[in-house]
């Protein structure tokens, strides 16, 4: 690419040179046509994989697992966020819930940043009363958080950006981040993101997708759970780790850095009882 790059400069800068070129290509022999050719191919190739964008096949030890990132993708993701990822792939979690994790997609600058913009705005969470379509304070949610206005710094809008490339949702559709903090023994019991009421519907559209970012490791426990999924998780590994609340289901415990998606409704926009979760 830097190369037609340079050559469409090279022509801007003389066009004379260019003209005569095409004229006396017109007289070369079909062989040097040829050879011409294959020599440009080769430059083109030998800068592909200089940048990581061409890469090949070295033997079964070395094959790109799905998913995986090359380093030329690491360095255009970084260049849009605050601070180095580590290694990114995506991993499929289950199909019901439609639930995918993002490993390393914030950085731990990027995880300090949001923590420390929204601690003085951290108040007791709230739910959505089904009747009213308003907040309001309840028993089953005990968690602390802030909400940050969509778009309002240059770091907040490439995190919302990246947001929008891993689900293929417009940023326009998004809602605004909310921060939250789970203390010790604090919850959120199982419940749905999407909406019950016609209020919230009609005023912003239904919650069809959400995700969560982890902005800090913890000790034991603090797993999200989906207490409905299908399938047999007790197979998986590390679930002798999980938490008593963690092996009713589909679990994952939090990792800075790392991002879940899931799917509230299906693919039809009917409800997934299987999106269920705390």
């Known amino acids: 690419m830097v190369a037609a790059t340079e050559r469409v400069s090279d ?23 040829v050879l011409t050719t294959l020599l440009t191919l080769s430059v083109v190739t030998l800068l592909l994989l200089s940048l990581g964008i061409l890469s090949l096949p070295v033997g079964s030890d070395h094959v790109r697992p799905a998913h995986h990132l090359t380093s030329f993708d690491r360095r255009v993701l970084e260049s849009a966020g605050m601070g180095k990822r580590g290694e990114q792939w995506v991993e499929i979690l ?9 490993h390393n997609f914030l950085s731990k600058d990027e995880c300090e940043y949001l923590i420390n913009i929204a601690k003085p705005h951290m108040v007791k969470s709230t739910v959505v009363d089904v009747k009213t379509g308003k907040s309001k304070d309840s028993r089953v949610r005990t968690s602390s958080g802030a909400f940050l206005k969509r778009g309002q710094d240059k770091i907040i809008r490439n995190i919302e950006k990246r947001i929008a490339d891993f689900t293929f949702i417009p940023v326009e559709h998004g809602e605004g981040l909310q921060v939250l903090h789970y203390g010790e023994g604090q919850k959120y019991e199982s419940h749905f993101d999407c909406f019950f009421d016609n209020y919230n519907v009609k005023n912003g559209g239904q919650r069809i997708a959400t995700v969560l970012m982890y902005l800090s ?10 207490p409905s999924a299908k399938g047999n998780f007790s197979s998986l590994p590390g679930w002798n780790e999980r938490s008593e609340c963690g092996k009713r289901g589909l679990s994952l415990k939090p990792k800075l850095g790392d991002a879940l998606l899931f799917w509230s409704m299906g693919p039809d926009a009917t409800l997934d009882p299987s999106s269920l979760h705390g």
């Open 94 to 102: 289950s199909w019901e819930p439609r639930a995918f994790l993002y």
């Open 11 to 33: 022509s801007e800068r003389g066009g004379a040179t260019m003209a005569k070129g095409r004229q006396s290509r017109k007289r070369t022999s079909s062989a040097t046509l």
């Open 217 to 226: 490791d913890v000790e034991e426990g603090g797993e999200t759970v989906f």
